[in-house]
Every structure is written in C-alpha cells, then in structure tokens.
C-alpha cells in the first residue's frame, strides 16, 4: 500500500510539494488513476458535478482528508458517511475572496448602472440615455460574513456607501464594526439598499431568502447572490421580479445550470451570469498554494487549515 495524494493538478505543476507521498492526478476523468484504497488526501476536482466528486469516495478506505477546491462544500457533504472515522473535511477559504468579490461588486454596478441594457441597446444600434441609480448613497447588507463577505466589503470602501451592515451566524466585532446575529436579519432588510448573500449553503440556509424575507426587502432594492442557488426561493423571487418591485444579480441559480426556457432567464430586472465568481486568473496560483501549504502540514502531522468537518465527531 502506498499513501497515495489524488490531485485535479499535475504534480511538477505545484511547488514546494512534500516527498515521499504518490502523487496520481485525477480532474473527474471516468478511470481512476489508481486504487482508491490506497489514496490519503483526496483533492476533489474543481467545477466538476457532485456526482463526480463522491465518486471514488466509498471506496477511499483509508484517506485521512478531503480537501475542496471551493469554499463550499455541500456537493461533497452527502458523501461524508462513506468516509472512515477521523477523516477532515477541508476547504478552500481564501482562495476565492479576491475573484468572487470583484464579480459581485462587477454585478452590483452593473446592475444599478444598466449595464445589460445599455448593451442590448448596442445591439440595435439604439442610445439610451437617462438617469440610472448610483451606488454612492446606497446602503449595502451583507449576509454572511466570512472572507468573502469581508473582500466584498473591502471593494464596496471607495464608493462612498450610506452604510454598510454585515449579518453572520453569530455576533462579534470586526476592524469594520459590528457583524450582527442572523436573529436581527429581519429588522435590517428594510433599510438596504443592495443585498448581498455569501453565506454558505446549509440546512439552516437552505430556502432562507423566501417569500417573507423578499417581502422585508425595500421596494427597488437589489438581490445579489453570489452564494448558492438554494439560498433563494425561486419561485418566490420569481413573483417579485415580475412585479418589477426588486431586481436581482444573481451568480448561482436554482436550479442550476439554468435550463433553457426557464422564466428566470426572462424575468424583468435580473442579470445572470453563469457560477463564475470563482474561477478565474486568480484561481490557480491561490489553489496551488494552498495545495502546497496543506500538503507540507500534512506530511509534517501539523493541524491543517480550514478543516470544517472531522468524520465520527
């Protein structure tokens, strides 16, 4: 037996990697690279389905890690009973903070400036002048405030907001003032301006922005979620986009992809672009070092970072 690490990444392409571990590269292909027995640290391919990623996992015996390529990990959680006792479930905080941001604070302006109209226009070879809200003045809510919530905020300091309020599970105290509990949510909605959802996909997230948390939103106040599909009803938003009420940006749908025909697609005051908060330029040299650090810890027996889940615990 070896203590073999799968990776979606060929190995010469990371520095500074441990000896002493195999080292088989696997990005989701049908045919596994070896026996997935003998595999310790199991890095989940990138972008791939969640029916690729469990895939090898019942037979993973003897892995001690899974590490995610991406902050979430609800793709990987179903699998998490296949795994022995002790194994840790890590992700891969930080690497998408600086990409994810600027996308939202990208659809946050474009939403509020027109932009896709002003492109459709071009089109047709059409002007359309006119005024078009700012977002200077506006007040922002950011719902779930991690390092992601933190970089969007981050972004949004140069362009003079009214306020910013930041709602996390708990309430503690930042460089930047307070994270209120989620408890308080209902009473900030109706002061924001823009909304902003990053928090992460969970039992107690799951459906969170319904039909009464729409309803709290201030009329002509934006939706972005940059953060799981299943965080929003669609077919609550859905109702009040139509009533032109609320607009939205949305970089995760539910369902998703979003098929062809669907009334997203059309609804009035939405944009959507297609789950790309993340990957970009930015992406690789982040994810590799974070392969690298995680891989010298490991070997080393040090803690590991953002471990999020330890089997049997």
Not at 68 to 77: K, N
Not at 86 to 103: F, I, K, Q, Y
Not at 179 to 191: D, F, K
Request: glycine share 10%.
């Amino acid at each position: 037996m070896t203590d073999d690490v799968w990776l979606p990444f060929r190995a010469e392409e990371i520095e500074g990697l441990p000896e002493g571990l195999g080292y088989r590269f696997w990005d989701g292909d049908e045919d596994f690279p070896a026996d997935p027995a003998d595999c310790v640290f199991y890095v989940v391919p990138y972008m791939k389905s969640g029916e690729v990623a469990l895939r090898p996992l019942s037979a993973m015996t003897s892995v001690r890690v899974v590490q995610t390529l991406s902050a979430g990990i609800d793709h990987v959680e179903p699998g998490l009973g296949l795994l022995p006792r002790g194994a840790r479930l890590c992700n891969a905080a930080g690497v998408h903070d600086a990409s994810t941001a600027e996308l939202a604070l990208a659809l946050i302006l474009a939403s509020l400036r027109g932009i896709p109209d002003f492109v459709r226009g071009q089109d047709r070879e059409e002007w359309r002048a006119g005024f078009r809200p700012a977002l200077a003045d506006k007040s922002v809510l950011i719902v779930g405030y991690g390092s992601v919530g933190a970089a969007i905020e981050d972004r949004l300091a140069p362009f003079e907001l009214a306020r910013v309020a930041r709602v996390a599970r708990r309430e503690r105290e930042t460089a930047r003032g307070l994270v209120h509990p989620v408890s308080r949510l209902s009473e900030l909605l109706p002061g924001a301006d823009v909304v902003v959802l990053v928090t992460p996909l969970t039992d107690a997230t799951r459906g969170l922005v319904d039909a009464e948390f729409l309803a709290r939103m201030k009329d002509g106040a934006l939706l972005v979620n940059m953060a799981r599909g299943g965080v929003v009803d669609t077919k609550a938003l859905l109702a009040e986009l139509q009533t032109g009420r609320l607009t939205a940006a949305l970089d995760v749908t539910d369902p998703e992809p979003l098929p062809a025909g669907h009334p997203l697609w059309h609804a009035p005051g939405v944009l959507i672009s297609p789950h790309v908060g993340g990957p970009t330029s930015a992406f690789w040299p982040r994810a590799k070092r974070l392969l690298s650090a995680q891989l010298n810890r490991f070997a080393r027996g040090e803690p590991l970072e953002n471990v999020v889940r330890t089997t049997g615990s």
